[in-house]
């Protein structure tokens, strides 16, 4: 970790060597896995650094990814507010230990409970992340963990649905029938159940997976929905620059030993041609509750693609899969779990 620290830090200098200081940053998100398990006198010094090297908005946002079984409470808590650290992303996925083991996920839901009461103790803004379609767990347990976790002193839910990645442990158990994951349709069931009752607790959705209270949407998140430009620092981290798209090496040695030495650990770019830009607005824009702004979006088409994509559209409504408010395009409650069907017709 020391090591993996170093190399971070000069990254991060690197970056910031030469430039004249800019705006001000709005939102910082340590993620990428489990940054709780960060050691503390690691993550001083990371805030040193950024505090050093760049400006911070009187309000920025300060999100700190947190698995419940790799925290000390209450001092690590205590610290974690300290350095100015206003919102914790708590990766709940279930209640139900067995499961959780299934998952490699090294906690309890006793020491979710735990961490829930501590950190709402000392941070106005908690969100957890919850799994749909996990294996094991019927809808009758599902529909209690969303009861239970309504009730719970948090601003911010974030609800993906289960997804197997080729290659992975979960994948080989599906695969020999070891495990057997949710049935598709009764995904889709439970995810509508499950807006209902989290609207119906003042919990807005404003993002396909993201539901928050009034003033408590994740604003680092929203930069990636909006396209506006970003600087990720650390392995496999992503950049945009509102043109270009940026990857790091994500094999660990090689981008050790290249921040280090003060070279590029950038292994990959690509400059975004119309066609990808098109479809980033449409991909993003209907994954957000407030939809596609007709007068930002169709100037980028030209006269014969405007005439088909209207004419798709159109059709789209006839369907019930989208809807149109105040010149915004948007997906109907029906079309949330069709999205990306829904652009590969439009597009």
Request: net charge negative; hydrophobic share 40%; aromatic share 10%.
């Amino acid at each position: 970790m020391e090591q993996y620290h170093k190399a971070l830090v000069a990254e991060i200098r690197k970056f910031c060597a030469g430039r004249i200081s800019a705006q001000p940053i709005s939102t910082i998100f340590f993620g990428g896995g489990t940054p709780s398990t960060y050691p503390d006198e690691l993550l001083l010094d990371m805030f040193g650094t950024l505090r050093e090297l760049f400006v911070f908005e009187p309000n920025i946002e300060i999100t700190l990814e947190v698995n419940p079984g790799t925290v000390r409470l209450p001092d690590q808590l205590h610290m974690w507010r300290s350095l100015g650290i206003n919102r914790l992303s708590i990766g709940v996925q279930s209640l139900k230990d067995q499961v959780l083991k299934k998952l490699n996920r090294h906690q309890t839901a006793q020491q979710v409970f735990s961490l829930i009461e501590h950190a709402s103790e000392l941070f106005e803004n908690v969100s957890v992340d919850l799994i749909l379609g996990l294996p094991e767990i019927t809808p009758a347990e599902w529909k209690e963990l969303i009861t239970q976790v309504v009730a719970w002193p948090i601003k911010h839910i974030s609800l993906y649905f289960l997804t197997v990645h080729e290659d992975t442990p979960l994948y080989f158990k599906v695969k020999k029938k070891e495990v057997v994951i949710t049935d598709d349709a009764e995904m889709v069931d439970l995810y509508h159940w499950s807006r209902e009752r989290l609207a119906h607790h003042g919990f807005v959705q404003y993002e396909m997976s993201n539901f928050a209270r009034s003033g408590f949407a994740c604003r680092h998140n929203q930069v990636y929905w909006q396209r506006l430009a970003y600087k990720g620092f650390g392995l496999g981290a992503c950049s945009f620059d509102g043109e270009c798209r940026f990857e790091n090496d994500k094999r660990l040695l090689v981008y050790l030993e290249k921040a280090i030495a003060g070279q590029s650990v950038i292994s990959y770019n690509e400059q975004l041609n119309r066609q990808q830009i098109i479809l980033e607005h449409l991909m993003l824009g209907l994954r957000r509750a407030v939809g596609i702004d007709w007068a930002e979006f169709l100037p980028l088409l030209n006269q014969s693609e405007r005439v088909k994509f209207q004419e798709r559209v159109a059709v789209l409504k006839q369907e019930e899969l989208l809807r149109e408010v105040d010149g915004k395009l948007m997906l109907t409650p029906q079309g949330l779990v069709l999205e990306n069907e829904i652009v590969v017709r439009l597009l």
